[in-house]
Structure formats: structure tokens, C-alpha cells
């Protein structure tokens, strides 16, 4: 393989994993962006998504098959429940701790993380899963460059979900109240909003966003795992930090961001694939060092 | 906070006539000498399994109060903390299976080495938000035990076998009873040294920088370096439990350092109730001796504490020992 030819296949291995990484960086960073709490328990979000669409693929598997048609039924079943997951847990567990101590509602958070992880482990007995579908291996062959055509489709079905959120947030009633409570809830909640409703909607979008990553997830690299979710949690939190937590742009840019420079950065010399989660958490560590608001990310004064 | 104050009185009247029983003086002395008369005579007539459990749970307490002053003094969250445990072990095993070293020997340099950590980890990072802190040292937790999962010094993947055990006045201590005073001992140490920070110039220090950071600042208390302190000496805490855990297991390997262990200690400091000694070592008791006693529940026993966490922070954030009424 020529350099040229490493570096396309590297540039489509990234974008993958980069298409990934903002999916799952866009919850982190709306549910920041709007009440201030780093949901840690979001990256298991990820993994019950992988898991609930594992188990919604197996029972329409029989009526729609393994393959496309099957694959986006239960992706969008497993979006309304992890949705529906994530608005639960807000309710029952965020809710109350808002107005506590910061050291409080992050252990809270983690609390959930670890009853996710560990509720999923109890009922698969640890073990991996196979996700199977029978998608073929087909692809478009340039040269040396192989992308499969499943490749292709969940880039452009990751792309395809980032564009209808970026309209949302941008184009509609709610978007736009999201927003705004991002500002200023007091305000909002004086000018008429209906502040709990549109936090819901934001657990809800972004949970849901998490579920169709996991679900993608499955399909792209064929097993899951229950402790799948807390590495990526970690990543999605470093992509969301690259971009400028809070900033819906930001999170697409700093994870596809994210992706490309692990993708690349495996072919550093000395660091090899097993030194690449120490390389993105050095990226983390370096960026929140010098420059912790980020790419796009407003500076903003600090609240404890 | 009106609501925890007011809780503990009505729901759980035992714990608060245990608490207004304890308020003299002179009682806690009597419950304390009854306690650390039992601690020292039950390794007598208990069998070595007894023993192996009862000394890893006095080996949690040294951790969870190592913990205890990062997240329970100076309020930071700290989801790292089994890296300082793990730069603690393998210093010692480092030093003693591949050089030679006399295990006392290593002792200085492991508290050095997770002193550096501990600068390395905070320096840079405590200027930030708390939020953000707990994120970086996830990440650095992870990147401690990957370094040691790579790395041709610490043995890879299959970890340190060998690790010689170590000597005392010309008794080799190999046996499950004399590890059990050795961890008494730095329990003790450590109960010995919480206390006399918790009540120091630079524990009220933490104390006002966890209640209120700014206001802290406008004191003349310098916040970073209050936490850098919190930081460090909490490493030392995991560090020096660090060392005699290789000199007890005699092995070690990269997975005893994985995320659960620092959770693990975490919930022990959460369950007890932070920044209070007792409640930490009751805490730690607990994270061990729980599993024991309920066998067969042993594979689910992350579920259950999660779920006992969440509880516990959700209707009695000041944990299982009960609040000091003000």
C-alpha cells in the first residue's frame, strides 16, 4: 500500500469512528449545554442501545429479515426507548438533585452509569453478544482502498440524524426554546416556557441519538458487550471538550475530529492501536490544560 | 439542605439515639476501647478465611480514607484513585521482584512516586471546573493501567509475579494473621492521620473551599493549592496501601487497577458518608464484608451498590452515619 492509499483508508476509518464519537458527543454536550450536569451515565445510554436494538432485531428479524429494512425498524424502536430511558432517569434521579451541591449530582450520575453497566451485565451474564445481519461484505474498491457499502450507509444515516438536529435546534419552536433556556432558564420560565418540558425533550433527543449510535454500533463492528459503553463515553466527553461542550456544531466537528485523529494517530510510529485511547486521553487532558472552552465553545465565567 | 437536617430525626430514630449516646466524651472513648480491644484479640479465634476478609476490609479502610480527603474534605471528584493505588504497587513490585530492593526500602520511594502522580494528575487540572476534574482523572486512571498493561517494565498484561514478602524485626511475615495487624496497623495510621488533618489549619481549609470556593478565595486561602494538598496526600494514602497490597498479594496484574476498583472505593466513602472517619470505615466494612455474607448475590454485587448509591444519595446524601446536628 502506497502513503496516499493509507491515508484514504485511515480518512474512511476515521470518519466512521468520528460519525460515532459526535452521535454520542450530541447528548453529552445538549444536556450539558442546557442544565450544567455531566450525565456520565450517558456512554451506557450507548450500550443499552446497542443491546434493546439486539433484542428488537431479533424479534422482527422474522418478519423484515437481517438486513436493512429489519436494521432501521429496530433502530428507530430503540431510539423512542432509549429516548423514553433517558427522560425516566432525568425524572427520577436529575430532577431532584438540581438545585444540590455539584459533588452530589455527579455521583448521582455516576450512580446511574453504574446501574446501567451493571443491570445490563446481570441480565446478559457478561458475556458478548453477536449481532448479527446479513449485510455482505460488498463494498466500492478504489485501488487499494476498500470502504463496505454498510460503511457508507451509516456515515450518511449518522450525517442524516446531525442535519434533522441541526434543523431542529435551529428551525423550530422547541429548538429554539432549547436554546434559550441554555441562556437563561429563570427568564424563560417567566416568559412562559414550560422549563421541565423542554429538558425532557433535550434527555430525550439526546438518549435517543446514544440509542441509534449503539444500534450502529452493533451493526458496524458485529458484537456488543455491556461495558461497551464507558470508553466511548470518555471519547464522546473528549469530542464534546475538542468542539466546545455546550456547542451543537461543536460536537459534530470535535468528534469527527476526534475520529480522524485516532484514525491517523495509529500510524504515528511508536504508537500503535493499543496506545490509542492513551493518545485521545492525552488529546483531553492537553486541550482541557490550554484551551478548555474548546473549538467553537464561548468563554464563559465560571460557576462552581 | 433544610431537608437533610430534618430527615435522619424522623425516619431513623436508633441511629439518632446511638449519635445522642456517643456525644459524651467519655462514651466514645468506651466504644472505642471496646472497639480496638476486639479488633486486636478476634484474628485469635478466627480461621484464615475470616482473617483474608477481615484484613482486606481494614486494607479498604486505609483506601476509602485515603479517598475520603480528596472527595470528602475538599469536595472533588476523584474517579481515578486506583491509579495511586496502582503506582504504589508497582513501585514495590517493581523495586523488590526485579531489583532487589528491601520492601521498607520502597516504601519512600512509592510515596515519592505517588506524590508525583498526584502533582502530575492535579497541577494542571485543579484550576478547573469540578465537573471536568472528574473527568480527567477518569482519563488518567485509564491511562495508568493501560501504561501498565503495555509496558515491558510492569510485566504486560500478565502483570508482576514474585514479589518477595517482606521481613519485620526478623519475623518474615507470611501468614494471613500477620498481614491482618500489618493492615490494623495502617488502618490505624491512617485513622490517626485523618483526624489530625480534618481538624489542622489546612483541613478547615478544604472545609471552606468545599462549602464555598470563591468566598474561600476572598479569605486569603489559596484554592488550588488546597486542593493540590487534598490531591497529594490523598495519593500517598493509595500509594503506601498500594505497597503492602504487592507485598500481601505477592502478584499483581493491570486489572486490579480497572475503573471498578476506583467506583469501588468511591462507593465506600459515598455509603458511610463523606468526610466523616467513622462512617468511612463503616463504609469500607461494608464494600467487603457484604459480598461475603451474601454469597450467592456475589456477581451482582456492583448492581446492588450502585442501586444502594443512588438510594443513599438521593434521600440521605450525608450517608449511613448519622449527621452532626447543628
Not at chain 1, 457478561?126 to 446479513?134: I, L, P, R, S
Not at chain 1, 430525550?204 to 466511548?232: E, K, N, R
Request: hydrophobic share 55%; glycine share 12%.
Amino acid at each position: 500500500m502506497s502513503s496516499l492509499d493509507i491515508f484514504f483508508q485511515q480518512l474512511a476509518n476515521g470518519l466512521i469512528l468520528g460519525s460515532f464519537y459526535a452521535l454520542v458527543a450530541l447528548g453529552y454536550t445538549m444536556v450539558y449545554g442546557i442544565i450544567k450536569l455531566l450525565n456520565f451515565a450517558h456512554g451506557d445510554l450507548y450500550m443499552c442501545g446497542a443491546f434493546v436494538g439486539f433484542l428488537f432485531l431479533s424479534l422482527v428479524s422474522g418478519l423484515l429479515g437481517e438486513s436493512w429494512t429489519g436494521i432501521l425498524c429496530s433502530m428507530v424502536l430503540s431510539m423512542l426507548t432509549i429516548g423514553l430511558l433517558g427522560v425516566l432517569i432525568q425524572r427520577v434521579a436529575y430532577r431532584p438533585m438540581l438545585s444540590a451541591p455539584r459533588l452530589s449530582i455527579l455521583i448521582t450520575a455516576l450512580a446511574v452509569s453504574m446501574v446501567l453497566s451493571n443491570g445490563v451485565m446481570a441480565l446478559t451474564d457478561g458475556d458478548y453478544e453477536a449481532f448479527n445481519t446479513d449485510l455482505g461484505f460488498e463494498g466500492l474498491e478504489m485501488g487499494n482502498v476498500f470502504i463496505t457499502y454498510t460503511q457508507i450507509v451509516l456515515v450518511v444515516s449518522a450525517a442524516l440524524l446531525m442535519l434533522t438536529l441541526f434543523f431542529f435546534i435551529n428551525r423550530t419552536m422547541y429548538g429554539k426554546a432549547m436554546r434559550a433556556i441554555a441562556i437563561d432558564q429563570d427568564a424563560c420560565r417567566l416568559m412562559g416556557i414550560n422549563v421541565n418540558r423542554v429538558i425532557a425533550l433535550t434527555f430525550f433527543i439526546g438518549s435517543a441519538l446514544a440509542g441509534a449510535a449503539g444500534v450502529m454500533a452493533g451493526v458496524y463492528y458485529g458484537s456488543i458487550h455491556f461495558f461497551m459503553g464507558f470508553v466511548i463515553g470518555l471519547k464522546a466527553f473528549t469530542a464534546a471538550v475538542i468542539g466546545g461542550i455546550g456547542s451543537i456544531r461543536g460536537a459534530m466537528l470535535g468528534g469527527l475530529a476526534l475520529g480522524l485523529l485516532e484514525a491517523f494517530g495509529t500510524q504515528i510510529p511508536f504508537v500503535g492501536s493499543e496506545w490509542k485511547d492513551v493518545f485521545s486521553f492525552g488529546i483531553l487532558i492537553l486541550l482541557l490544560v490550554f484551551k478548555p472552552t474548546g473549538l467553537l465553545g464561548k468563554t464563559e465565567i465560571e460557576r462552581m | 439542605m433544610a431537608e437533610q437536617t430534618q430527615s435522619p430525626r424522623g425516619s431513623k430514630p436508633i441511629v439518632q439515639s446511638v449519635a445522642r449516646w456517643l456525644a459524651p466524651q467519655r462514651n466514645r472513648i468506651i466504644v472505642l476501647a471496646v472497639l480496638a480491644v476486639v479488633a486486636m484479640v478476634l484474628p485469635l479465634a478466627a480461621n484464615n478465611y475470616m482473617l483474608e476478609v477481615l484484613s482486606n476490609a481494614w486494607f479498604y479502610v486505609v483506601l476509602c480514607l485515603g479517598l475520603n480527603i480528596v472527595v470528602g474534605y475538599a469536595g472533588l471528584l476523584d474517579l481515578g484513585y486506583a491509579a495511586f493505588f496502582a503506582v504504589g504497587a508497582y513501585t514495590t513490585g517493581i523495586l523488590t521482584s526485579q531489583f532487589g530492593v528491601n520492601f521498607w526500602l520502597t516504601i519512600p520511594v512509592a510515596v515519592v512516586c505517588s506524590m508525583a502522580a498526584g502533582i502530575i494528575i492535579g497541577g494542571p487540572t485543579l484550576r478547573l471546573r469540578s465537573d471536568y476534574l472528574a473527568i480527567v482523572t477518569l482519563g488518567f486512571g485509564e491511562i495508568v493501567r493501560i501504561c501498565a498493561r503495555n509496558l515491558e517494565i510492569t510485566g504486560g498484561a500478565g502483570g508482576l509475579i514474585g514479589i518477595e514478602r517482606p521481613h519485620l524485626f526478623g519475623l518474615h511475615l507470611n501468614q494471613a494473621i500477620h498481614f491482618y495487624y500489618v493492615f490494623l496497623a495502617l488502618a490505624v495510621l491512617a485513622c490517626f492521620c485523618s483526624y489530625r488533618l480534618q481538624h489542622s489549619r489546612l483541613g478547615r481549609a478544604w472545609q471552606y473551599v468545599r462549602e464555598d470556593e470563591d468566598a474561600a478565595e476572598a479569605m486569603g486561602i489559596n484554592r488550588v493549592g488546597a486542593k493540590l494538598y487534598a490531591y497529594v496526600i490523598g495519593a500517598v494514602f493509595g500509594g503506601v496501601a498500594g505497597c503492602f497490597f504487592a507485598a500481601k498479594m505477592t502478584a499483581i496484574s493491570p486489572e486490579t487497577f480497572m475503573f471498578q476498583q476506583s467506583v469501588l472505593i468511591l462507593v465506600g466513602v459515598v455509603l458511610g458518608g463523606m468526610g466523616k472517619i467513622p462512617g468511612v470505615i463503616i463504609g469500607a466494612f461494608a464494600l467487603v464484608l457484604f459480598p461475603e455474607v451474601f454469597r450467592e448475590i456475589g456477581s451482582m454485587r456492583m448492581l446492588v451498590f450502585a442501586v444502594v448509591m443512588l438510594v443513599i444519595i438521593l434521600y440521605r446524601p450525608e450517608g449511613i452515619w448519622p449527621a452532626k446536628r447543628s
